[in-house]
């Protein structure tokens, strides 16, 4: 629904910021699409995720093809809501670090976003 309060979301909103792009790369404008899918960074926290479970696949760029990709027919319902919660799980976590770098002056770590959506999920 675009409702993440992004640089860009913000921005369309009318907060006044001297710079949309990205805290992970700073290549690109923070949409919910780059931060959360796209970024070279989150695309490695994905692709940790793939190797976590064995999986080969390439990702939607769209977050809600992507959730749904989360759907896998091989499991059962609540195999699915595991999975699913992994996906949730990433995706707070991505969030999660990037505030800490806006307000707490973090750094980018991709191992400490995949680890904490471990300990989440």
Not at 45 to 66: D, F, G, Y
Not at 80 to 90: C, E, H, Q, R
Not at 103 to 109: A, E
Request: some cysteine; charged content about 20%; glycine content about 4%.
């Amino acid at each position: 629904m675009n409702k993440v309060p992004t640089r860009i979301n913000l921005r369309r909103r009318g907060v006044q910021l001297t710079d949309v792009s990205c805290v992970f790369c700073g290549l690109e404008e923070e949409t919910n699409t780059h931060l959360f899918l796209t970024c070279n960074v989150t695309k490695k926290v994905w692709n940790m995720c793939n190797r976590w479970v064995e999986v080969s696949t390439a990702h939607h760029n769209q977050l809600k093809a992507h959730f749904q990709q989360f759907d896998v027919l091989t499991l059962n319902s609540k195999g699915n809501k595991l999975w699913k919660g992994v996906w949730v799980s990433i995706i707070r976590n991505i969030w999660d670090h990037r505030n800490k770098i806006v307000f707490r002056q973090g750094k980018v770590d991709v191992e400490e976003i995949f680890t904490m959506a471990q300990l989440n999920a």
